[in-house]
């Protein structure tokens, strides 16, 4: 079995802030993790995505996330927030097993403040 | 080029009547998927579909079927629709054999039940 847990509903930073947003998982196997964002009125897209390499990720837009198998988190991080990055985050776990159940977070909701 | 297409982009119909949402992906994935997103932002997966073949069916409504004519096509016919269809549907396409469960989005279908 698996779960993804986002810890916060609702973000909201200054812009210009460094931006922290909170995901946990549980996975019976050996997990891929994924970020995606998703604008207003737009489909999902992929932030970046941990596959068993580098447990620090980079992916576009100056996100990073560092996956920690010890405190099974996935947190997603940005130095310094811009406006555009106002958006849904979702925090996503794969199992990589057979047909690679995927399951989402709730999501967050990053508000940015001018 | 669009890798993974939906039409229509918006939908509004009566209660009652039948309506599909076609899915079309130029990615040259064998997995094609349909979430559903309700508007508290919550993706649940409906169906996937492994080389024209249904691998996942979760708790659906009978009301709803998907058909796959080919891999790189998954549509969604809903008959005799309800006030609780109102939502944002999505299709996803992956790659089974990469092994990591990373989705690729359409944009997402609007629909409205009134």
């Known amino acids: 079995a698996q779960s993804v847990t986002q810890l916060d509903s609702h973000v909201s930073v200054s812009e210009g802030t460094p931006v922290l947003l909170r995901c946990n998982y549980s996975?019976?196997?050996?997990?891929?993790l994924f970020w995606y964002v998703q604008h207003p009125n737009k489909g999902l897209q992929l932030l970046l995505k941990?596959?068993?390499?580098?447990?620090l990720v980079k992916g576009i837009n100056g996100f990073e996330a560092e996956f920690k198998k010890s405190e099974t988190s996935f947190h997603l991080t940005k130095p310094s927030a811009h406006m555009s990055d106002a958006a849904e985050y979702f925090c996503?776990?794969?199992?990589?097993?057979?047909?690679?159940?995927?399951?989402f977070g709730t999501g967050t909701k990053l508000q940015v403040i001018p | 080029d669009t890798a993974v297409s939906q039409t229509p982009k918006y939908l509004v119909t009566q209660m009652g009547n039948d309506k599909s949402i076609k899915c079309e992906q130029n990615?040259?994935?064998?997995?094609m998927y349909w979430y559903k997103q309700d508007s508290k932002k919550f993706l649940k997966i409906m169906f996937s579909?492994?080389?024209?073949?249904?691998?996942i069916n979760e708790t659906v409504p009978n009301r709803f079927s998907p058909k796959s004519p080919d891999k790189a096509h998954l549509n969604l016919h809903i008959n005799s629709l309800e006030l609780g269809d109102s939502a944002v549907y999505f299709c996803?396409?992956?790659?089974?054999?990469?092994?990591?469960?990373?989705?690729?989005f359409g944009e997402g279908s609007r629909l409205t039940v009134l």
């Open positions: 996803a396409s992956s790659q089974r054999d990469r092994n990591t469960g990373e989705l690729f």
């Open positions: 996975s019976s196997y050996s997990p891929s």
């Open positions: 941990y596959t068993s390499a580098a447990t």
């Open positions: 996503v776990v794969s199992d990589r097993q057979g047909y690679q159940k995927v399951t």
């Open positions: 990615l040259g994935h064998d997995t």
């Open positions: 579909y492994n080389n024209k073949e249904l691998i």
